[in-house]
């Protein structure tokens, strides 16, 4: 089916599709977590699907994320496919254990025998003036483990073709989301999807079948002059960038990785060839980020292509500040990414 154009639809709600779509069509699918029934999600993600489902398919669950992931992880080694939603990324570390040291390794230590298709997914990151505790970015500990898959979507239509395609898979599946992206514009951020070409912002109505192949990067915007890699929120830092640098003559290419894990080189490659220079965003801390193993491979495969030296761009190496000016100053923000590209295109 072709997608119509012009749809609004907000990042929470292509999330709640794709869950939706999936447990209509596969009853071994259900969701789990704090507030996910009775209150229709802390975010409202889940609204309405404790009405649909019931509740043996929407289960709220105590606040302990080391007991509800485990359980997710035992269903899933039995045939289940559970939806593990975590409130909060940031506290998914009391569940270690069952999500990173168990789900990516049962397959392998099974001999075959037990897999663990289990979705993980919540908010990541900080920008909502949480505090330091409550605003942890994971992905650059995640795409640490081998054995899962792991998803930054930045668009409604990346956040539902993603999870679709995670919760097909067969192998733990770790989507991170962004609170400030859930209403993509309604907490003070800029829209940038005009800047999107084609019909990259929304998916496909009345489309069950549409998923996004992962492993796949996308190219959000096209240009000639340098590349500017990024995953979820950076990748609005970097539109924000474009069209700053567009009125200086500078005309950036930005890649969307989507997932981490698995990643694809051969994209980001093709583009940093094309443009001779690179620069990767990534709203984790600098040291051992998975930003650092994105710039790492780009020069095994384009050190001959490029012009200067791979730069990067992210969060400040501190704890994240809960005064908003603050906050908005540590994270990889559209100023951080202009400087970034004038420097590496000797422009500065």
């Known amino acids: 089916m072709v997608a119509t154009t012009g749809r609004s639809i907000q990042y929470r709600e292509a999330l709640r599709e794709a869950m939706e779509e999936e447990m209509r069509i596969d009853e071994r699918i259900f969701l789990m977590g704090e507030e996910v029934g009775e209150y229709n999600g802390a975010y409202k993600v889940s ?33 289940l496919r559970p939806i593990i939603e975590f ?19 049962m ?22 003036q949480l505090g330091s505790t409550h605003s942890w970015v994971v992905e650059s500990l995640f795409s640490h483990v081998p054995g899962l898959k792991l998803a930054v979507p930045s668009t409604p239509r990346d956040a539902k073709g993603l999870l679709k395609a995670g919760i097909r898979d067969p192998d733990p599946f770790f989507n991170l989301e962004s609170e400030r992206m859930l209403g993509m514009g309604l907490h003070g951020d800029k829209d940038y999807s005009r800047y999107l070409h084609g019909n990259k912002w929304a998916p496909p109505e009345n489309d069950s079948d549409f998923v996004i192949e992962l492993g796949k990067a996308d190219i959000k915007k096209p240009g000639t002059d340098c590349t500017v890699i990024a995953a979820g929120r ?16 500078i005309d950036i290419e930005v890649v969307d990785v989507r997932t981490y894990r698995p990643l694809d080189i051969e994209t980001i490659a093709g583009s940093v060839r094309r443009t001779g220079y690179a620069v990767v965003v990534d709203q984790s801390w600098p040291f051992a980020s998975v930003g650092s193993e ?18 990067r761009v992210h969060n400040d190496d501190i704890p994240a500040p809960y005064n908003r000016q603050r906050e908005q100053d ?9 400087d970034a590209v004038r420097s590496v295109t000797y422009n500065a």
């Open 87 to 105: 409130m909060s990324w940031s506290f998914c570390l009391v569940a270690a254990d069952q999500i990173i040291n168990n789900a990516p390794k």
């Open 107 to 128: 397959l392998y230590m099974s001999g075959g025998q037990f897999g663990c298709p289990a979705v993980f997914r919540g908010n990541n990151g900080a920008g909502g």
């Open 47 to 79: 609204q309405g699907m404790l009405d649909e489902f019931g509740p043996r398919r929407v289960v709220d669950s105590p606040i302990s994320e080391t007991g509800f992931a485990g359980l997710g992880v035992g269903a899933a080694m039995y045939g």
């Open 294 to 311: 994105v710039a790492s491979q780009i020069y095994d495969h384009c050190y001959d292509d490029m012009d200067n030296k791979v730069v």
């Open 234 to 249: 950076p990748v609005h830092f970097a539109l924000e960038a474009a069209e700053a640098l567009e009125e200086e003559g």
């Open 330 to 338: 540590m994270l990889p923000n559209a100023k951080k990414i202009i």
